[in-house]
């Protein structure tokens, strides 16, 4: 069986397509569908997904975008896919037989390009697959790059990148320079990046409300509270509208990993509920359209489920998708 490494976040709109974010059973249709053509048609899956801004250009434009959101139309950026995207789209891989891993301190492309590398210098059956000709880069590689799949019967037929050079102006990179990356993984998402956290906004309607990730810092100081060593302090990062000066401003803050926490992440539906009220009143005020609204408490349930499924009050070990669709 031949192994196939997925750029899994570069084939995100082959699987995601609906509007109203709560569909999440199309959504994982779709996976379902390319991992058991996958699995008739001899491959493995070992996919990799991004959970790190690394370097200044990547974080520049990570920037933007955000900046976009909030001054973008909201009919047009209808944020798709939703937040916590990368969680909930490795939990349904994860469901469906895939192995997933997210990149923690390097590159994703850097990781899997060394891991497909390596892989092939003992089983020689490994290929990437990606559309990023940024896999063209690396200097000394052992893989097989190809750009696309289709499904037909019930198999999979990949497409073979026929381009031999990455775009212009690409670096390239030796592969054997490297090779440290490969432990750079986890089986779940980063969610505090030590000494400095971001997180950009938590829905589409964050310029009317609130930017729920703001709202949910002080939650977030529990949660790193039982993930790191007490005393470790971490600068956090995240942009609001302010409805005063209708501007676009990022507010910076800390929180600090204590011994005793207030407990409150052991009842996530009344923190839930605590905050949809305060939104109440302009989510009703009739500015929007009801899929917006149902995008947007979409937004707050996945965030505080993404905290709950971290912390120490999950005994059952259930994945934000299990949350999602209680």
């Given at each position: 069986m031949k192994t196939i490494f997925l750029d899994a976040l570069n084939f995100s709109?082959?699987?995601?397509?609906?509007?109203?974010?709560?569909?999440?059973?199309?959504?994982?249709?779709?996976?379902?569908k390319f991992l058991d053509a996958c699995l008739v048609s001899g491959y493995r899956i070992?996919?990799?997904i991004d959970s790190a801004i690394l370097t200044p250009q990547t974080m520049g434009k990570w920037r933007v975008r955000r900046e976009k959101e909030f001054l973008g139309d909201?009919?047009?950026?209808?944020?798709?896919?939703?937040?916590?995207?990368?969680?909930?789209?490795?939990?349904?891989?994860r469901k469906y037989?895939?192995?997933?891993?997210?990149?923690l301190t390097c590159?994703?492309?850097?990781?899997?390009?060394?891991?497909?590398?390596?892989?092939?210098?003992?089983?020689?059956?490994?290929?990437?697959?990606?559309?990023?000709?940024?896999?063209?880069?690396?200097?000394?590689?052992?893989?097989?790059?190809?750009?696309?799949?289709?499904?037909?019967?019930?198999?999979?037929?990949?497409?073979?990148?026929?381009?031999?050079?990455?775009?212009?102006?690409?670096?390239?990179?030796?592969?054997?320079s490297i090779l440290n990356v490969e432990s750079n993984t986890l089986n779940f998402p980063v969610t505090v990046n030590k000494p400095f956290y971001f997180r950009g906004i938590g829905s589409i309607l964050s310029k009317h409300v609130e930017n729920i990730n703001v709202t949910l810092m002080e939650y977030r100081e529990d949660l790193i509270s039982e993930l790191l060593?007490?005393?470790?302090?971490?600068?956090?990062t995240s942009p609001i509208w302010n409805q005063?000066?209708?501007?676009?401003?990022?507010?910076?803050?800390?929180?600090?990993?204590?011994?005793?926490?207030?407990?409150?992440?052991?009842?996530?539906?009344?923190?839930?509920?605590?905050?949809?009220?305060?939104?109440q009143p302009i989510l009703s005020s009739g500015l929007f359209k009801n899929q917006l609204i149902e995008n947007h408490e979409f937004s707050v349930h996945v965030l505080v489920y993404e905290m709950f499924v971290l912390s120490g009050y999950?005994?059952?070990?259930l994945s934000l998708l299990d949350m999602m669709k209680m």
């Open positions: 709109h082959n699987f995601y397509t609906p509007r109203n974010y709560w569909q999440l059973d199309v959504f994982e249709r779709k996976v379902k070992e996919a990799y909201l009919q047009n950026n209808n944020r798709k896919p939703p937040t916590c995207w990368a969680t909930l789209y490795g939990d349904i891989l037989g895939a192995d997933v891993y997210y990149s590159d994703n492309d850097d990781l899997i390009a060394v891991k497909a590398t390596n892989f092939n210098k003992i089983n020689n059956n490994a290929l990437v697959l990606s559309s990023d000709l940024d896999f063209l880069r690396y200097t000394g590689r052992k893989y097989e790059l190809f750009k696309s799949f289709q499904i037909r019967k019930g198999r999979i037929f990949l497409e073979k990148q026929t381009k031999t050079k990455p775009k212009p102006g690409t670096s390239y990179i030796d592969i054997n060593p007490i005393g470790t302090v971490i600068q956090w005063e000066k209708s501007t676009f401003e990022w507010v910076k803050g800390e929180f600090e990993a204590k011994q005793d926490t207030s407990g409150r992440l052991q009842y996530p539906d009344l923190i839930i509920d605590d905050i949809l009220k305060k939104h999950n005994t059952e070990n």
